[in-house]
């Protein structure tokens, strides 16, 4: 990492690897921000991080934030590195189909760790330096789901629910703090997970939305350009 320009943004994303987190990463980058990407495999990470705008300033952490001790390192190594953290996107997700009658402990295991016990640990260790530094920003990639599942989605439309109840609750106690946050809810996205659960035959790729068009609202807030939308759910629905 290249010396550090006190007066460039620090902005944390998961789910960097691939998507609609590796399109926020490059957007940010773009815009200045010094990125640190976070998720499972380091060289995804790495591959996102060499095509990104001057690759030597930003940083790859390999972790799943899932788990509560590496979500933790994430915030403490940023801040080590850094300083301070102006914004969280938390774009790292997971998807596991199942029926209501086929879902399984693991499943509801996976899902809320994944979607929301993540996010969660990410968030509650940043507070105390976006309290410090009076401010931050944090992005949550949510889903229409949440409000019109597909059948199979019993487990991961619920736990993505938690991440706009997440927002709500921090414009609610970041308020006197200067801390805002948003949900992005999306429809069909065209990524891996979701050709994991559905062929081109039941959602076609016109119905799909590309990953960028996400990442460009989620950077907008994360930048400080949708204020106006802090404590809301921005939907976006599939073409």
């Known amino acids: 990492m290249k010396e550090r320009d006190m007066t460039q ?3 944390v994303v998961t ?6 987190g590796a399109a926020c990463a490059r957007m940010l980058a773009e ?11 380091g060289d995804k990470l ?4 060499a095509s990104m705008t001057d690759p030597a300033r930003h940083l790859a952490m390999p972790a799943d934030v899932a788990d509560c001790a590496l979500a ?17 996107v938390l774009a790292a997700g997971g998807a596991p189909r199942a029926t209501i009658d086929a879902t399984t402990e693991a499943i509801l295991e996976e899902s809320f760790r994944t979607n929301a016990f993540g996010p969660a640990f990410m968030v509650t260790r940043a507070w105390p330096q976006f309290k410090a530094q009076r401010g931050g920003r944090v992005v949550f990639i949510s889903t229409l789901g949440t409000s019109d599942p597909f059948p199979g989605f019993f487990a991961y439309a619920a736990s993505k629910s938690a991440v706009e109840s997440f927002t709500r609750s921090i414009k609610a106690e970041g308020q006197s703090i200067g801390v805002k946050a948003f949900s992005v809810s999306p429809g069909c996205v065209e990524t891996a997970a979701l050709r994991n ?4 035959s039941v959602i076609p ?14 950077v ?15 939907l976006v629905p599939s073409p």
């Open 220 to 234: 907008a807030c994360a930048c400080g350009e949708r204020d106006a939308d802090h404590g809301s759910v921005i």
């Open 197 to 200: 659960n559905f062929p081109e």
């Open 46 to 49: 790495e591959s996102v991080r």
């Open 9 to 11: 943004p620090i902005s």
């Open 205 to 218: 790729a016109s119905r799909a939305l590309a990953p960028e068009v996400i990442a460009e609202i989620a």
């Open 15 to 20: 789910g960097a690897g691939s998507g609609i």
């Open 31 to 41: 815009r200045g921000h010094a990125v640190v990407l976070v998720g499972r495999r």
């Open 72 to 88: 933790y390192g994430v915030i403490d190594r940023t801040i080590e590195a850094f300083g301070r953290i102006d914004a969280l």
